[in-house]
């Protein structure tokens, strides 16, 4: 069963525009992590944030986590027509110690940028 | 350095069929999940080993579905008796501690079941 939900489900944006991608999940978390995954290179870990966290940022990425709304979202700046793939947030419900990274999957959000 | 490789790249069976998929970690990497991606979908729990050990299969969808890391490194996924709903691309991906970090994803092994 997944627990994110993507939000939108489809994303459609010109060469130089930000794109922003949301995600909602239902449980408790350790941890929330950002997937790609394009027919090129497959599933591609871009950045994990922790539950203690609030915002964090790599590159042109930059992730926020809101864990009292069950939230989070990721920030494309300046996008280019090399970053069209599927988004996929992930989350990590292992409690503290024991977790050992089992990840469940929202939906994706399609992101096309036209060049 | 080589990343994780998953054989074979695209396997067609006939209903009633078994299948093994073949799985390479990245070398060192404790952690070996796999998971399964239905057309649309992202991707879903299968299994967990951490070394050889399998901690969590809970994700197994019947009792056709069995893996397998027995030297803790290289894993095989078999499906028996293959189903038209086992369609899907199986994802192998490594990590290299218990925990939550980073997983390091294969290319998939798309299966089709005719």
């Known amino acids: 069963s997944q627990q994110g939900e993507e939000d939108p489900q489809a994303l459609s944006i010109q060469e130089g525009e930000n794109a922003t991608m949301n995600c909602s999940y239902k449980t408790s978390i350790n941890n929330l992590q950002w997937y790609r995954q394009n027919s090129g290179r497959g599933l591609v870990h871009l950045i994990l944030?922790?539950?203690?966290?609030r915002e964090k940022h790599s590159g042109r990425l930059r992730v926020t986590l809101d864990t009292s709304k069950k939230s989070s979202s990721l920030l494309i700046t300046a996008s280019r027509a090399a970053d069209t793939a599927s988004y996929f947030c992930a989350t990590d419900a292992g409690a503290g110690g024991t977790s050992y990274g089992k990840l469940t999957f929202g939906q994706g959000t399609i992101l096309t940028v036209h060049p | 350095g080589a990343g994780v490789s998953q054989s074979p790249r695209y396997k067609v069976a006939k209903r009633g069929q078994d299948v093994a998929l073949r799985c390479d970690p990245i070398s060192g990497h404790v952690s070996l999940f796999w998971y399964q991606q239905a057309l649309g979908q992202g991707p879903e729990f299968l299994t967990y080993f951490q070394n050889e050990a399998q901690l969590d299969k809970s994700g197994l969808p019947s009792d056709r579905f069995f893996a397998e890391r027995p030297e803790g490194s290289v894993s095989t996924l078999k499906i028996q008796r293959t189903q038209q709903e086992d369609s899907a691309v199986y994802l192998c991906?490594?990590?290299?501690?218990?925990?939550?970090?980073?997983?390091?994803f294969g290319p998939g092994t798309r299966l089709t079941v005719t």
């Open positions: 991906a490594s990590s290299l501690y218990r925990g939550p970090y980073e997983q390091y």
């Open positions: 944030i922790r539950s203690n966290e």
